[in-house]
């Protein structure tokens, strides 16, 4: 069965301390992978789509990157408002649904 | 464009009456995806639909849920009877073409059912 899996479940980081986050999957024909936050009491926020092996993509502080089994969001010297859960998803060429991880906790204190 | 639109933001029903939540998706976007979300669970695919049509269901937990999409700009989750263990977060999201593209969600619904 194709599954989503986050690690670690939460992270504190003190401001300014560099670190990743990872989302793997089994693969049965990738056809993307998204990367998103989520804040409380709110919706999931889209952040990146990767499609390929090799693909990288930036925003401010955030990076994230792709490989064949998994992918991996990189957090440059985050500040407290970086703090949220970040959810990954997958969508396999199956079908056009996404399917999510449970998500990685991050708090960054000041 | 406003986004996608949820409505109520909150909702408290008592066990065995009908709730019924509402979605308005991103204009132009043909894929509508109900997502169920617990602290157990997480994010749980209830059923998606394309161009108004239902294409896969088999995430609904009973047939005490149905879901609907009478035109492109509206769709509705409704669960009757309701009982307590329904009591979680209820997410709208749309895609411009399924998962070839990003899905934006709403703010949620947050049911308890008491």
């Known amino acids: 069965e194709d599954q989503v899996t986050q690690s670690p479940e939460a992270l504190r980081l003190q401001e300014g301390e560099s670190s990743s986050l990872n989302c793997s999957y089994t693969v049965s024909g990738l056809r993307g992978l998204f990367w998103y936050r989520q804040d409380p009491g709110k919706g999931p926020e889209f952040l990146f789509t990767?499609?390929?092996a090799g693909e990288e993509k930036e925003k401010e502080r955030l990076k994230a990157t792709l490989t064949k089994k998994e992918s991996f969001l990189h957090i440059t010297a985050p500040k407290p408002e970086d703090s949220a859960t970040y959810l990954c998803a997958v969508a396999w060429n199956t079908g056009n649904q996404f399917y999510f991880g449970t998500g990685t906790s991050l708090t960054v204190i000041p | 464009d406003a986004g996608v639109i949820q409505s109520p933001r909150h909702e408290v029903t008592e066990m065995g009456q009908e709730v019924t939540l509402r979605c308005k998706p991103i204009?132009?976007?043909?894929?509508l995806f109900w997502y169920r979300q617990t602290m157990m669970r997480g994010l749980e695919l209830l059923i998606y639909f394309n161009n108004n049509v239902p294409i896969d269901d088999s995430g609904m937990p009973e047939d005490r849920f149905s879901a609907k999409m009478p035109n492109a700009s509206f769709s509705t989750l409704k669960i009757q009877p309701s009982e307590p263990r329904d009591s979680a977060v209820y997410f709208c999201?749309?895609?411009?073409?399924?998962?070839?593209?990003?899905?934006?969600f709403g703010q949620g619904t947050r049911l308890t059912v008491v």
């Open positions: 990767l499609y390929s």
């Open positions: 999201a749309s895609s411009l073409t399924g998962g070839y593209t990003e899905a934006f």
């Open positions: 204009s132009g976007h043909d894929y």
